[in-house]
């Protein structure tokens, strides 16, 4: 698909990745850019990424007016398109509407702040870390706002976010594009071939609220009590705040911890553990840790969250729970244990449908959009 996006000369296209986060963040955001930049790199077009230098530069105005100055300074060797996350390339936008500009900024947001803000508001006070604060209201939302108003298209990670803002931004329906999540996948289902299931279990983030592993691991908890040889495996929870070590001592050596993983270390988890438990609130895009269990064949209990749905097809492809019944979706991780057969079909079922998500794909869906093709049906 690369060359639908070349100039009639042949000569490669000029894309700008730009996101106010960390170059070395091992976060969703900053995988998926990383996976769409070197997918559109391969196909023949000319990548820079540019990230947050500082703390400071990672203040999403800070960093949108330090972009805007660099497309300024950039004015005669500019980019053809700018892919911003969020606010990040408003300012580009503006610039380039003012001096009509042919460089088209497209919108990249990896779960909509206005929809997060909805959730907070639904959960109680005690539940939420980092609440959305006042400022962000009446800065950041409108700003979100003036972004895709003025951007040429706007990519979601997931169908469900792209049919909120639909509905929250009619005026926006034609622009927007879903461009999920994409993954290296295996050559076969790892877990599917294995004549030995230990019951060694997986959860993958760290102690947000939108990850909310608190509840993964009170579940596990249940579970060991019927099944007293299982295991936990905690990987990327960053430091383990002091109010969630009464919650971890009980499990005493069943317990494991790994406070940091690169993303290119994540697979020999994946072949540690056969089962994956996300008990998410929210995602922003379609999860990359459910994504790559699948594609080794790992069985998946995630909570029954939008995103999840678009990965998961109930006892199909995995296994959604509740996420507020601790007995009852321990009964449906239990009896999905002491079932091997069923848990060898449902082994070879994930890999499947983990291999519709495969990064080549999404980079292909990537450049239809920046070549503007008509939109895809989102009802």
């Not at 900053?30 to 500082?54: D, M, P, T, W």
């Not at 995630?302 to 507020?324: C, F, K, N, Q, Y």
Request: proline fraction near 4%.
């Amino acid at each position: 698909m690369g060359f639908l996006f070349k100039r009639a000369a042949g000569e490669a296209v000029k894309i700008w990745f730009i996101a106010s986060i960390n170059k070395n963040s091992a976060g969703g955001v900053n995988r998926s850019i990383n996976s769409l930049a070197e997918g559109v790199k391969r196909a023949g077009h000319k990548v820079k990424i540019i990230y947050a230098g500082s703390p400071r530069e990672e203040n999403y105005l800070f960093f949108a007016l330090k972009t805007g100055l660099i497309f300024l300074v950039n004015f005669f060797d500019r980019p053809d398109r700018i892919i911003a996350r969020s606010t990040d390339g408003v300012f580009c936008a503006l610039i380039s509407k003012l001096f009509k500009l042919k460089t088209k900024v497209v919108l990249y947001n990896h779960g909509w702040e206005e929809k997060v803000f909805q959730i907070e508001r639904r959960l109680p006070l005690s539940a939420v870390t980092n609440r959305t604060t006042w400022k962000s209201r009446i800065i950041r939302f409108p700003l979100l706002r003036l972004s895709l108003s003025l951007c040429s298209s706007c990519i979601c990670g997931t169908l469900e976010e792209a049919r909120w803002i639909s509905r929250k931004h009619p005026f926006a329906r034609k622009k927007l594009r879903v461009v999920p999540n994409g993954i290296n996948l295996p050559e076969a289902p790892f877990w599917a071939s294995q004549e030995e299931i230990p019951p060694s279990f997986l959860i993958v983030g760290s102690f947000t609220w939108k990850k909310n592993i608190e509840y993964g691991i009170s579940l596990f908890t249940h579970i060991l009590s019927y099944l007293p040889d299982a295991r936990l495996f905690l990987v990327g929870t960053g430091s383990v705040p002091d109010s969630k070590q009464n919650l971890l001592s009980s499990l005493g050596d069943s317990l494991f911890i790994v406070e940091k993983e690169s993303p290119d270390k994540i697979s020999r988890w994946y072949e540690t553990c056969p089962y994956l438990i996300s008990t998410s609130r929210y995602e922003g895009g379609r999860s990359f840790s459910i994504l790559e269990a699948q594609s080794y064949g790992l069985v998946v209990f995630a909570t029954d969250i939008p995103s999840s749905r678009e990965t998961i097809s109930e006892s199909h492809s995995g296994v959604l729970i509740g996420g507020v019944d601790l007995k009852q979706d321990a009964k449906k991780v239990l009896d999905l244990c002491n079932s091997p057969e069923e848990f060898k079909a449902l082994s070879v079922r994930a890999f499947r449908n983990a291999s519709r998500h495969k990064i080549d794909r999404q980079v292909n869906r990537l450049i239809r959009a920046l070549v503007q093709y008509p939109q895809a049906h989102l009802s």
